[in-house]
T-cell receptor, first 111, second 114 residues
């Protein structure tokens, strides 16, 4: 079944650590996105990609980086995690006729 | 510029009562409009979308929404609430068909009281 997967679901990590949030999809969609979601706040687009080797920053400035070496994989990396990075991160794809399909999210806590 | 306003960050209804979640939008061009639902510890799931066809849009789980251009509204309704409807609901707008730029509202948490 076509789907989008995010790992880990929950992550607690110390300040200064490097982390990578994984996002994989079997939808075959070219367009992929990372959103940051905080309680009571809008979802904010932090990165997007329209295909392999294409990455762009979104509306919300983020210290994270992304890569898109394969269509199905769109990982997000924080080189040095800080408490201000504590949030939920949602990965999504977009496909004609589907619209957005979201993963279950990664809830990150930096202590 | 596009924007979305969801009135009421928390809404409580009794089981079996009408659900009404309000969404007003701002858009400089005819918009595409969406409602998403997010259950606890889950990602967002598309409930329904308006893409300039019929103004009354039917979605999953018995929800529907009506596009009213004169009121710039896209309110979400369901005739009879179920306990399983308890979740957070997000209204979203796009001026470009959805993939280039989507703006989400802050969400409305729906509580269903037995």
């Amino acid at each position: 079944e076509a789907d989008i997967y995010q790992t880990p679901r929950y992550l607690v990590i110390g300040t200064g650590k490097k982390i990578t949030l994984e996002c994989s999809q079997t939808m075959g969609h070219d367009k992929m996105y990372w959103y940051q979601q905080d309680p009571g706040m809008e979802l904010h687009l932090i990165h997007y990609s329209y295909g392999v080797n294409s990455t762009e920053k979104g509306d919300l400035s983020s210290e994270s980086t992304v890569s898109r070496i394969r269509t199905e994989h769109f990982p997000l990396t924080l080189e040095s995690a800080r408490p201000s990075h504590t949030s939920q991160y949602l990965c999504a794809t977009w496909g004609m006729g589907y619209g957005y399909t979201f993963g279950s999210g990664t809830r990150l806590t930096v202590v | 510029a596009q924007s979305v306003t969801q009135l009421g960050s928390h809404v409580s209804v009794s089981e079996g009562a009408l659900v009404l979640l309000r969404c007003n939008y701002s858009s400089s061009v005819p918009p595409y409009l969406f409602w998403y639902v997010q259950y606890p510890n889950q990602g967002l799931q598309l409930l329904l979308k308006y893409t300039s066809a019929a103004t009354l849009v039917k979605g999953i789980n018995g929800f529907e929404a009506e596009f009213k251009k004169s009121e710039t509204s896209f309110h979400l309704t369901k005739p009879s609430a179920h306990m399983s409807d308890a979740a957070e609901y997000f209204c979203a707008v796009s001026e470009t068909g959805g993939y280039q730029k989507v703006t989400f509202g802050i969400g409305t948490k729906l509580q269903v009281i037995p």
